[in-house]
């Protein structure tokens, strides 16, 4: 255990720039202070960088004297005039890594991050400094609680204080701490502390920061590789720009949907017609983020696919992977999880005990069974035996600690010794490492009551976590009463078995893994039909639950809702996949996948609700007219329409319509109608579509569903825009309007308010397409419909464009793009990037203009789209204006060089067209620097900065840069920090746009 030291001033770079001069002897004389005060009191430095020191002490108190005499000595130093030197002072203990001098881990970490939090002229210490501290305060000094601060995003706040006294100053603003909801992430918090592990998590961090972007920990279950990642996970978040995202993959049963479950994390919706794998990997791009995989084993080949891409394709994407076997990719590094440190034989004072991580756990573990548990004389050989007989296996130690309710640890410790004798046969050896954890979990659940051990097993159906309700209905299937499961499942938690986590209010339990396994093997090998009555009571209660949910979409309460059928799709998946092979009846699986149909075409997950749906449909026991195999029929025609390149048969949908006719069933009639109807009019056949939507109108209105009738409604609005008749696309538009308003139907009011936007647009009416484009463009924003906000941002850049505000228009145009990255749904790109080539032409430069419309032609080229009428008519206008201004050859120029521009450098060069005025550039060095831009903050860059720029904008990590140029990775920082000042672009995708638009050419790292 050691006290850190962390000091700088606050500022610093700012300083050097305003005045290098003064800041140069000033930097000397604060150096030799900090210096002076740190040695003088016993600390030693190990790094210093500028006037940043991190200095080590044994001694807390010694520590502290050595931070007030800081702050004292710099107060009372006469700094050059002008000059505001402030110093910040931060203080923490703990365990810490050495390493050739240097120290490492989470400890480090932590202190820096205090440091940061601060301001100058402060001293901060945490929480754990502070108990070291408190009874031994030197006279006049005192500590005030500022309270708790997340310094980082797993774990606990931290609890920091500053240190008060005699010349340090008192009032300073609130702490610069994590709480920033900018951060982005999906780490659930942990409800226990983490333990130890320093060295591994050094290691792992050298790993990543040295550039491996693919890391795997591998290990036997139980060890801890899934807790250690999201701990690394959780201290990378903040310095990586979009985001870290933990995809749990233990749910997921078939390799095939692994892409897919990273791709619902990541939010990128399926496109139809691509795999998803392309789609998730052209969605991540140049994206700078983590993804950590947990739980790979069951799917390793597909997981080593999916990396392989994402390593090929996104060159700033990280993978952290947790496995129980390496993936075996070529750039995979694999790092194995030893077990936590156990005490050799010859250790047995509880002071010297307590500096193994087993016995850290363990102890940790125990108070949360056993009030005031502390090591002491009388417990330590107990708790060092138990340690040892446990190997050191994390989920081990957790299990025997929660024993400690009803055994004292010297009756645990002779018990896993009788135990152990007899699976060793009586023989000293240890077992093999998982046989350890075998025993462990075997005696854990001999313990068990019968009802106890039922209710464990059944639990093991449930795939992702459930709730309390959930776990009622799945597992006193045997006529329990729920209360009886309310005790059981506290029982299993109160016994590590289960784990329970709050989120947002409310507790949702799950298994670990490794238990499960366990579970699941005990639940497959009771007698009867048990295992099957359980899976078919899982299935049930997710098919209420979508059924209700499908209730409530299209209304107030649908993003509570959606949330709710996302947060339970590994279950619901489970249940599809259940329903499939059940014999026994295929209704309830088209129950249930046809109910998924809104949720799917708002959130996505539509192949694999498809693909169940059509397997369910053949099926013998699936042939009778019945309802739900009308319904049924309906969404699987409307599912292959959304998600398939082509129309659907419309068989399906006649089927559909004789079963409801027969039956007479309004609703579903009309449904069904309605659909045909829109496959006549897709094939072209706009005189069928019309001679039959009146007749599915009737029927809708029969069934007096309003959501359905404004469906409908507008639906007939199209056929009738498209036939030329306005006026009656208006009146049914607004009806579909006013009914969808009244039943608080968002979806169907932002896509009516869009069709009604584009006829109003077709007349002339420009004032009012904005405005009710505006309006469903709100809605889909607040209501989370991204597929429908990209489009209409395009429909209002055009109206923009029209209405002669090409500003207003490349906004909209970019943030279409900007959905289309971050949704993966390309479909409506092409029309972004042809409404950037307008907008440049509008009001920018002729030649970036012309090489915009290369890069617009080139991406409708490829993806085999014609122009619609409208944006035809625009660009032609356009490529004749421009070649009129610039001369043929000139345009030619900048139109070829536009063919061969990436996408991404397209969008700067159209943000940097939004130039005050037109720009000049000379036609053939297109895309040029803007000049707003190389005159600029660029110019003041040095070439040392430009060049380490050019690296970064080449893909190179911090270690890269450094090793290129000769520099330490700390020098590649504090000039990246410099150049962050310099520019004020803050993230790394910034800064490569930044040196885009300032001309600094790309260098690859590895040229
Ligand atoms: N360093 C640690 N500090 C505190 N708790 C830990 C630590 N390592 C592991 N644990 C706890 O031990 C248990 C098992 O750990 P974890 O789930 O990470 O193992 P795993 O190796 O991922 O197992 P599996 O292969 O079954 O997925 C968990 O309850 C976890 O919280
Ligand atoms: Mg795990």
Redesign the pocket.
Known sequence: MVTLLFTDIEGGIRLWEADPEAMAEASGRHNRIVGEQIEGAGGQVFKRVGEAFRAVFADPSAALASAVAIQRAAGAERWPPGLSIRVRVALHSGACVERDGDYLGPVVHRTARLLSAGHGGQVLVTRATYELLADRLPGGTGFRDLGEHRLQVLGRAERVFQVTGPGLAWRFGPLQSLDDPALRHNLPS?A??????AAEFAELWALMSGGSRLVTIA??????????AL?VAAEALDGIGDGVWLVEL?PVAQPELVARTVAAVLQVREEPGQPMLRTLAAAVGDRYLLVVL??A?HVLGTAAELADALMRLCPRAYLLV?S?EPLGVSGERVFR?PP?AVPPADVAAPRQLAAF?SVQ?FT?RAVMYRQGFALDDANAAAVAAVCVRLDGI??A??LAAARLGSLSVQEISSRLDQRFRLLTGGSRTALPRHQTLRALIDWSYDLLNPEERAVLDRLSVFAGGWTLEAAEAVTAADGADEWQVLDNLAALVGK?LV?ADEIRGVTRYRL???IR?YAADRLARRPGPELDKTRAAHRDYYLALVETADRHLRGPDEAAWLDRIEAEFDNIRAALAFSLADPASAEPGLRLASGLHRFCTMRGHGSEVLQALSVLLERPDAQKPTRIRARSLTVRCHLLDYLGDDPAPSSMAEEALSIARDLAEDADAADALAQLCWLSFERGDLPAALAHVDDAVGLARRAQDPRLIAYILSRRAVFSSEAGDLDAAFADNREAITLSRAAGDNYRLVTALANLAIDEQTTGNLRAAREHLQEASTLADKSGYQNLSGVLRQNLGLVDLIDGNARSARRHFLDSLDTARITGVTSYRHGALLGLALAAGADGDPAIAATLHGVADEHYEQAGRAFEALEAGLRDRDHAQLRATLGDAAFEAAYARGRTLSQADAITLASAAAGPGPAVASASTVPAADPAITDGAAGLLSEREREILALLAGGATDAQIAGRLFLSVNTVRSHLERIRDKTGARRRPDLVRYAIQAGIEATAPSA
Do not use: M, Y
């Open positions: 942990q226990t502390s983490f333990v130890g592990r290990g036997p279950g139980g060890i801890g590789k899934s807790r250690l701990q233990a947990d739980n084993e947790t129980r999880v936590l991580e756990l940790e994390p989920l130690l957790e590590s784990q670990l893994e490794t396994h």
